[in-house]
């Protein structure tokens, strides 16, 4: 069966550049949440997009903007990176807003 | 603040053994709860709990919701080296769409 995809699985950048990772949902899956997990951390929540509308937002920092296409993919832009950004990011789908979330393999975020 | 706490947060038994892990929660606006298996990618669904008292079984793997104490267990029979893992307990609170709480997980090691 077809999961969430995300894209690139690991990325290095430097501090102050920009970062966009992509998350493409399981096939009819119209929500989407983004996850934030640091090394030896839960994961936290980021932000959550419904029917390409933004539904819920999380502790998602004001460097970062995320949004959710017509196809229903999402991109989670990330600017002026510190180091504190390196972290495992993943992307979560579901049907409803209300259902079980599944998850993607995760981007690796690494910035020096 | 919405809090999800699991214990132990870590174990190791010998295979074949039965283990119990742990989650309370206390969070406002609580819809459901979920278990997730991390090995060393993204969090795998176990389980979803909305209603006190009802088991929900996949193999030698069971978990229960007791809301009126506000915790959950997940119980695995028979263990295996292929259950080590962390397993995080996340709640789905009510909201826009349904954000996760995690706890910070259970690592369980299994010895042959």
């Known amino acids: 069966a077809a999961g969430v995809i995300q894209s690139p699985r690991h990325l290095i950048k430097e501090k102050r550049e920009t970062a966009t990772l992509k998350c493409y949902p399981i096939p009819r899956h119209d929500t989407v949440y983004w996850y934030q997990q640091g090394p030896g951390q839960d994961p936290q929540f980021l932000i959550s997009f419904y029917e390409k509308m933004q539904s819920d937002k999380g502790s998602i920092p004001d460097r970062f903007s995320a949004q959710q296409f017509s196809d229903y993919h999402s991109e989670l832009n990330m600017s002026s990176l510190e180091l504190g950004d390196s972290a495992l990011y993943f992307c979560?789908?579901?049907?409803?807003?209300?259902?079980?979330?599944?998850f993607g393999p995760g981007t690796r975020l690494t910035v020096l | 603040e919405d809090k999800v706490v699991q214990s132990p947060l870590s174990l190791v038994v010998h295979e074949g053994d039965t283990v119990t892990l742990n989650c309370s929660y206390e969070v406002t606006n609580f819809r459901s709860l979920l278990w997730y298996k991390q090995e060393k990618k993204a969090p795998t669904f176990l389980f979803m709990l909305t209603s006190s008292g009802i088991e929900k079984k996949s193999g030698r793997l069971s978990s229960i919701l007791d809301k009126k104490e506000l915790s959950s267990i997940l119980n695995i029979t028979a263990t295996q080296t292929g259950d080590s893992a962390i397993y995080l307990c996340a709640v789905g609170t009510q909201g826009g769409s349904e954000k996760l709480v995690f706890g910070k997980g259970t690592k369980l090691t299994v010895n042959p």
């Open positions: 979560a789908s579901s049907l409803g807003q209300v259902r079980t979330q599944y």
